[in-house]
């Protein structure tokens, strides 16, 4: 057996070793091609914008951003994926707030701290919605009507998401009970919207990529816009804090990298993603495509982001009974 003492040499050696080798992969970082780990399959906002802004991105990196998609579990399949890679820079995760809400729901023990944050792209804003002949055309409304129904209003959504966390938050802001609501669950926003669609709930809430093609065929109404300002294409639909309801919400799609990632790794991701997002024909498409704004955030802005996005989804989970 080999001597303590050579031991501990042997194992402060080998730990030097791999500090260096990992500052110097950082120095002239990146020098292989990097895999961006998306929690969804393909065809979805999360997917497409991702892989629309890694590509104009591989412009200033030099090297390919291959896109992976690793759905399943909620979206924590990939999450865990990205959270147990090697922290060199060469696997990232292009999520959303999927990530604080799957452990606020239980489903894993983990959040945003198991991970380092490189950027936010991009927001998804959210829209209550109805379909068109439904009594309701705004929030006020929305808010009587439940009064005058109490049990018997009925609003889709899927167990423990965005959308979920999102009707507690309405709800709060409109001053409404929540136990004066029906819940029904569903498996994804498109098992929601034909719900919507059949007259089987009351209301949904979506977003323009999901959603536009309802409001041009007038089959749906938005009632509302949970932005600071009214949304391209919707211009005639007021935001909620135009109809006396203080909230701003929507879905913030950001890349993370594993724990322990070099930050000058991280500058360069940060860097280099800032530079495609200036690309107008890459906003624009953004915005009309998919309904959302271009809302950058560098690496310790996005921290700051993301904690206070997790104590707000922290402050609604105590409405939630998982």
């Known amino acids: 057996m080999l001597d303590k003492k050579v031991t501990r040499f042997i194992s402060a050696i080998v730990v030097a070793s791999s500090t260096v080798a990992l500052n110097a992969s950082a120095s002239d970082y990146p020098q292989q091609d990097i895999r961006m780990i998306i929690p969804y399959g393909p065809g979805g906002a999360t997917d497409a914008i991702f ?14 951003v291959v896109p992976v998609n690793m759905a399943g579990a909620g979206a924590t399949t990939g999450s865990r994926h990205v959270k147990e890679a090697q922290p060199d820079g060469y696997t990232l995760l292009g999520s959303h707030d999927t990530i604080a809400l799957s ?8 959040s945003y701290d198991a991970f380092e944050p490189v950027a936010l792209l991009t927001q998804t804003i959210v829209i209550p919605m109805t379909y068109a002949d439904h009594p309701v055309d705004d929030m006020a409304e929305m808010a009587s009507y439940i009064s005058e ?12 998401s965005v959308d979920h966390f999102y009707w507690v938050q309405l709800f709060d802001a409109m001053g409404v009970n929540p136990e004066d609501v029906r819940f029904v669950g569903y498996q994804d926003t498109n098992e929601q919207i034909a719900a919507l669609m059949a007259h089987e709930i009351d209301f ?22 949970s932005h600071d300002q009214r949304l391209r294409g919707l211009e005639d639909v007021p935001t909620l804090r135009e109809q006396q309801v203080d909230l701003v919400s929507a879905t913030n799609r950001g890349i993370f990298a594993p724990k322990g990632t070099p930050d000058d790794v991280l500058e360069v991701l940060a860097d280099a993603y800032s530079k495609a997002l200036e690309n107008e024909s890459i906003r624009s498409r ?3 495509e998919f309904g959302s704004v271009v809302h950058f955030l ?14 707000a989804l922290t402050r609604a989970a105590e409405n939630i009974n998982f």
């Open 103 to 110: 452990r606020l729901a239980g489903t894993v023990d983990y």
């Open 286 to 288: 953004i915005e009309n």
């Open 149 to 160: 129904h109490p049990g018997e209003v009925v609003f889709g959504m899927t167990p423990s």
């Open 298 to 311: 560098p690496t310790d802005e996005y921290q700051q982001f993301l904690d206070e996005n997790e104590a």
């Open 51 to 64: 892989r629309l802004v890694s590509k104009e991105a591989e412009k200033y990196l030099g090297v390919s």
């Open 204 to 225: 949904v809430n979506a977003d323009m990529p999901s959603s536009r093609a309802f409001f041009e065929s007038g089959d749906f109404r938005p009632l509302g816009v």
